[in-house]
């Protein structure tokens, strides 16, 4: 596509819920990160794909955060049992190189979520 | 841990006035340091991307220098418009690891 998709934009949901964000990424892009930002914060690290390696989930903040990506392109971030404190926006982004090439990195618009 | 700072949080300039955002970081072992705006309820747009071996980079009314050795990038930008209004985030690739490391951003506003 043009440019990194996210979906939903939008999503408020009930504490307990599991919760399901997508991304799209550039196609051809090898590389795909999820980031957070929580409100007045700087951007959090979640996670890290690159081709066929096995993931860097280094960042995920608890065993309630998993992420898979299918087939090389789109990505699903999953949010079990969903708290306050994981209301956010979930940023995801893609490269054309691995981390080393210095390609410029593209984020999507992001996803809001709210957890009430 | 690569640590990134950049000052000040937040800058208003009249409209034309020339300004310059600051971002230092601890761990000069880097790839590569990219200048973003991100606009509110938006995602992040790359402006600028600094190779390690790059001293600037400019584009349009964008300048970003990088000095590596001291850990520090500038970005200026001449001639300001109220539309350069947006906060403004520098992010630096270390060579060990694979993740991006961010500054919490300058929010700019530009007065008409």
């Known amino acids: 596509g043009a440019g990194v998709s996210q979906s939903p934009s939008n999503k408020v949901t009930e504490k307990g819920k599991d919760v399901e964000l997508r991304c799209d990424p550039i196609?051809?892009?090898?590389?795909l990160y999820w980031y957070r930002q929580s409100l007045g914060q700087g951007l959090e690290f979640l996670i890290y794909?690159?081709?066929?390696?096995?993931?860097?989930k280094s960042g995920l903040p608890s065993d309630r955060f998993s992420a898979e990506r299918t087939g090389g392109s789109v990505s699903t971030l999953t949010i079990q049992r969903t708290q306050q404190e994981d209301s956010a926006v979930y940023l995801c982004a893609s490269t054309s190189g691995g981390a080393v090439s210095g390609n410029t990195i593209y984020f999507g618009e992001g996803s809001w979520l709210t957890v009430v | 841990k690569q640590e990134v700072t950049q000052i000040p949080a937040a800058l208003s300039v009249p409209e034309g006035e020339n300004l310059v955002l600051n971002c230092s970081f601890t761990?000069?072992?880097?790839?590569?340091l990219q200048w973003f705006r991100q606009d509110p309820g938006k995602g992040l747009t790359s402006l600028l991307l600094i190779q390690s071996s790059q001293r600037e980079q400019t584009s349009g009314r964008l300048n970003a220098s990088l000095d590596k050795s001291s850990g520090r990038s500038t970005l200026y930008i001449a001639a300001s418009q109220p539309g350069d209004s947006a906060t403004y985030l520098c992010?630096?690739?270390?060579?060990?690891?694979?993740?991006?490391?961010f500054g919490t951003g300058t929010s700019l506003t530009v007065i008409p």
């Open positions: 761990d000069s072992a880097i790839y590569n």
């Open positions: 794909f690159q081709g066929n390696s096995a993931p860097d």
């Open positions: 196609s051809g892009h090898t590389a």
């Open positions: 992010a630096v690739r270390p060579v060990a690891g694979n993740q991006f490391y």
